[in-house]
């Protein structure tokens, strides 16, 4: 019978000692990292020069890496990142367009090194098949560039940022109304 109690006993002891241990050594973290990992892409890419998305933030804070750091965001994102940091984005680094990668059909034989490369499953396809970019998803990073063995991949501008259309104003439909 006192076999049967020993391991609960011994489990709660160790339970109750890790609750004090994790309250005795709690690290306040700061809430601006978290804010600022948040809006980072978190694709783990290292280009900014860090090994995570989340040391990028935290160098961002501790102001070892400019708001505009990280090469894979958009120019919004920097904005935003700049903004909740408190300092002015310089212009220097900002990219003028945004690119975002497409793949030459013609030279696509499906090997699937692009697939396995890409950090933020921005490529779709299936072994042997041709395989497609979600320019949603992908950051222009240019990872899957360097990877194609057939050079089948080049960065485009993103379509979605490509003459947009204007949308139509109440003012406008009321103009129009008014001459038919």
């Known amino acids: 019978m006192l076999n049967l109690l020993a391991f609960p006993l011994l489990a709660a002891i160790v339970g109750y000692l890790l609750g004090i241990a994790a309250i005795r ?13 948040d809006l980072l ?22 102001n070892e890496l400019p708001a505009n750091g990280c090469p894979l965001c958009s120019s919004m994102v920097n904005h935003q990142i700049a903004e909740k940091l408190g300092v002015t984005l310089s212009t220097d680094g900002d990219k003028s367009v945004e690119m975002v990668a497409g793949i030459d ?9 692009c697939l396995k490369q890409c950090p933020f499953d921005a490529i779709i396809g299936a072994p042997k098949q041709l395989h497609g970019i979600v320019s949603e998803a992908c950051t222009g990073c240019e990872q899957c560039i360097a990877i194609c063995p057939h050079d089948g991949i080049a960065l485009y501008q ?23």
């Open 41 to 62: 892409p978190n694709g783990q890419c290292g280009q900014c020069g860090f090994p995570g998305c989340s040391e990028a933030a935290k160098a961002m804070v501790a």
């Open 158 to 180: 993103d379509p979605h940022l490509i003459n947009p259309l204007p949308k139509p104003s109440l003012h406008s439909l009321q103009l129009e109304e008014n001459h038919v």
């Open 25 to 37: 050594w709690y690290v306040a973290k700061n809430p601006l990292e978290a804010e600022i990992t």
């Open 105 to 113: 059909t013609e030279k696509c034989d499906g090997c699937g090194r």
